[in-house]
């Protein structure tokens, strides 16, 4: 008997995934990604420096910050005056990681893109949505870069890159995870690949129980189902209408 969800999808069925680009004015690029009822506002910006690390190096950077809205969940939570809270430094993290892997840096130059992935609503997913929708803020930054020339000579972004998440609840492995079925998942997974089916990284934990082995390749699997998905709708995004370049 087929697992059916809360929500009416089938146990391997991505939630309704949208982008929206150049939803704001002022950054080098920007996107909104809906992913059921989570929602993810992604801008990239510029910086005509690198970190003091790689002076001098003809090196650039992309590093990502994250944050969820005050009102991004049921209750309020505090906003970050200082530090980022340990779980938002650590998806910050897995974000810059996520795009670095997919970009020449040498091309860059000299310069940073940072890319601020604001949660403005949260049903479960926020980090993976983020690095998806990060992308696409990301590509329209290179191509502002590229109409102000401020690229050297060569496309610096190597493969797509994208995220999704699995898990396990009552038994059943499950796509893309809604806050409810997250909360309550006795392992859950968060899978970063490229377009080409290469693994940036995989963070998977068993709550309670350990989990087999066969049970991490059966997510890891429907993980890879559900990427090859989004990699499509994410192209399709990124191939229609305008870009969010600002205008140089």
């Keep these: ?33 809906e992913q059921g009822d989570t929602r993810v506002l992604c801008t990239a910006s510029v910086e005509d420096r690198a970190p003091a690390w790689l002076r001098d190096s003809g090196q650039g950077w992309v590093t990502g910050e994250y944050g969820m809205l005050p009102r991004a969940t049921s209750e309020r939570v505090q906003r970050p005056w200082r530090a980022p809270e340990s779980r938002s430094a650590e998806i910050q993290r897995l974000i810059g990681r ?30 993976t949505a983020s690095i998806t929708g990060a992308f696409v803020a990301l590509v329209d930054a290179l191509e502002w870069m590229r109409q102000n020339n401020l690229l050297k000579n060569r496309n610096p972004v190597t493969d797509q890159v994208v995220a999704v998440s699995a898990g396990v609840v009552q038994g059943y492995d499950l796509l893309d995870l809604c806050y409810a079925e997250d909360s309550t998942a006795v392992a859950d997974m968060n899978v970063v690949m490229t ?34 998905e989004i990699v499509v709708k994410q192209r399709e995004a990124l191939l229609g209408g305008s870009s969010g370049a600002a205008q140089g």
């Design 98 to 127: 996520a795009l670095r892997a997919v970009v020449d840096l040498e091309s860059l130059g000299e310069r940073t893109l940072t890319l601020d992935c604001d949660v403005l609503q949260a049903d479960g997913g926020t980090r």
């Design 195 to 228: 377009s080409r089916g290469e693994i940036v990284e995989v963070q998977v934990t068993a709550e309670g129980v350990p989990i087999s082995r066969q049970r991490f390749d059966s997510l890891l699997r429907l993980a890879e189902k559900g990427i090859q």
């Design 1 to 33: 008997m087929e697992y059916r969800r809360a929500d009416g999808r089938r146990a391997d069925e991505l939630r309704p995934l949208k982008f929206t680009r150049a939803v704001n004015k002022y950054a080098e690029g920007s996107c909104l990604i």
